[in-house]
């Protein structure tokens, strides 16, 4: 331990959706509630995508055959996946996130890492904000997420189980390799069950077996994943929350409660969008050139009207004065209006751009 440079503890969170698809379809569908569930096929070759907790109490899981999931759960309910929904929820979930952190790195649709060393709300303790975040993705959505605190990401992962449904749970860097050293590998995040099989065979069964091996030992049985696995034994792991830079838009959307007719009311409604998705840009130093509107009619047929500027949007009353004027071009609105989103697009980023940053000028290098 070197203590003139004392690592600062990170703050990580794993958020994850309790039996996400099959809780949006309970959700959307009273009859389904507090039935058995599973969403997918149910033909001869289909497979279960997801099971509601009222079906996992048969012991029905996700990627069992269909026909086998009939068999231990003979009143098993079968729904077909309706992706756009769980994307539209998913973007839900992502812009919460987005309101305490600019570090997050999606897994799935739903689930997620969430840096929160650094915050936006300038938040101390992370459990809090977990639990705000959960709340808020209740009141939003409908629906239960459980989430695992910790000082890295295999242990925030594997927290974020230890009180599902509905709850979450913190593991310190006190009781860190303690909790470890107990735990079956075959449910550490990374070991699938070849390598779980594997790590039988030489006697690994426990996070204490596979601390007693040498870096050499596992760096020999299983390649590159060696280090990462010494590691995790013993509750260390320095992967970083990669935000997903590579996304090439950004947008907010809301549907009204009632559909709006009238051009200064439809406006207004453009500010918290504008302000959503500029916050978004700001907290990930991206910049963005283009701005699109989109309106969707009480018909559902919707358009969209975008302009790219020479210079990036400079900041949210930018987004909203560009956003307003493109709005204010399919005025009158050929029906009343019941959804309008502001995407930006043509994104770089800081870090990626040529020219020499900002700092580095102020010190005159
Ligand atoms: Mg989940």
Redesign the pocket.
Known sequence: MNDMSPSPIRKIIHV?????YASVEQRDNPELRGKPLAVGGSAARGVVAAASYEARAFGVHSAMPSVTAKRKCPDLIFVPPRFDVYRAVSQQIREIFAEYTSMIEPLSL??AYLDVTQNLKGMEIATEIALEIRTKIRQVTGLNASAGISYNKFLAKMASDLNKPNGQAVITPKNGPAFVETLPVKKFHGVGPATAERMHKYGIETGLDLKSKSLAFLQEHFGKAGPYFYGIARGIDERQVKPDRVRKSIGAEDTFTQDIDDLELATAELRPLAQKVWRYCETGGISAKTVTVKIKYSDFTQATRSRTSAHPVADASDVLAIASALLATVHPFVRPIRLLGITLSSLTNEDADNGQPQSQLDLGI
């Open positions: 994850d959706m309790d039996a996400f739903d689930e």
